[in-house]
């Protein structure tokens, strides 16, 4: 039985540990809340621009933007993955990346070639280690994301695909659907799927300056960045939910090893108390 | 559509709502020249600049909101600017491009840098008991 000493400084020793990782899970609880509404700010815009292009789309009918555009061959494919900059986070990075390599492996097997955008710390040092192609990666955007961080490696997919170096873009991101539950998600950002086409309505067409086409476009790009955006912030909000639920197991298992070893403790300290008590008996008893 | 001399205003941008409410006129600074649009103004789409966009409300009252470029969309009960939050500009976007391309391929060179503890502790356990297998192999020799 290990001496009441060392048992003392074990438990001191556990009790920190717990009072870091109470901390952490209190952080990620406040984070994951700002993360949220952030997630709720970003909805309006992505709406108007939605409808924006629907209204577009449907007033030029003989535009056909590449974005737009169904390609019927697939030669290769994008795929914009985001992760996050820490760990401790349970297994939410784990699963976006085994659902990225799913899809890659489905890609792959139909003799398309894969190319890697990587947002994200923990996605970089996952991937590199294989044999896809990486093409454009951003790392530590923080607990609040940016579009302006984003544009750049955004526009290096955007480019490749007008450019017909790649023929679909994806985006896998882990979805924050409650506070327990996080999965992986996958959607595609290119070509963008119509909006509901709905029925032609009375006809009415913008005033446009300048072209129409270039309106289009540019509000095409920003409507995949701000998708991207979205991506990010919804992947910091389930990294907050992840690691809060992570570091309330932590600090529960803590509490539950502090127990255990208290009673350890109790028993060796009564142990050496009856030992003593024995050896003044029988030390007295022989005097 | 409450009052046929407002027209609802909306400036949102990708990180969040700007601004919502009714304006008797609205001023912004549209990629061919600054134009105002009063209630019941004919569809218009437009690229902005930079620049201000100025909301005047029906108590009479001006606002006035940065964009840093955008589109606006106007039709005859309703205006929506959306503005971009970062300034951008064909040459800016380019520097960003390539300096994600950068960095993708500077990580991937940098092999020792990027390292993560996991993978270090993952590495020294195995050098561990490789050592451990050498050790066993020279008493066994001895």
Redesign the interface.
Known sequence: MPGTKEIRAKITSVKNTQKITRAMQMVATSKMRRAQE?LR??R???E??RA?IG??TAANPDYRSPYLQRRTSVKSVGIIVVSTDR?LAGALNANVFKQTLLLIREWQGQGVAVKL??VG?KG??FF?RLDTA??????HLGDRP???DL???V??ML?AYRDGNIDRLFLVNAEFVNTMTQRPIVSQLLPLEPSEAGAPREH???????E?A??LD??LI?YV??QV?RAAVENVAAEMAARMVAMKAATDNAGKLVEEMQLIYNKARQAAITKELAEIVGGASAV | MTQPSTIQV?I??????VFSGAATMVFAP???GDIGVAPRH??????LKPGEVRVQTSDGQEQFFFVGG??I?VQPHHV?V?A???L?AKDI?????????Q??EE??KDRSG???Q??ALAELARAAAQLKVIARLRKIRS
């Open positions: 952030r700010a970003a309006p815009y992505a108007k621009m924006v209204n577009l760990g955008c990587l710390a970089m040092a590199r990486i093409v454009a990666s951003v790392s940016h579009v302006k544009i750049g490696t526009k290096v480019d009415w067409d913008y005033i446009y300056e300048p129409a270039q309106i540019a509000l920003r960045e701000s955006y | 909306d949102v941008s990708a990180e969040g709502e549209a990629s061919q004919a569809p218009l789409l437009s690229m955008g589109a969309e929506t959306l971009d939050t970062a951008r976007d380019e520097a960003a491009a390539l300096a994600a391309k960095r993708a990580a991937l990027l390292i993560t996991a993978e």
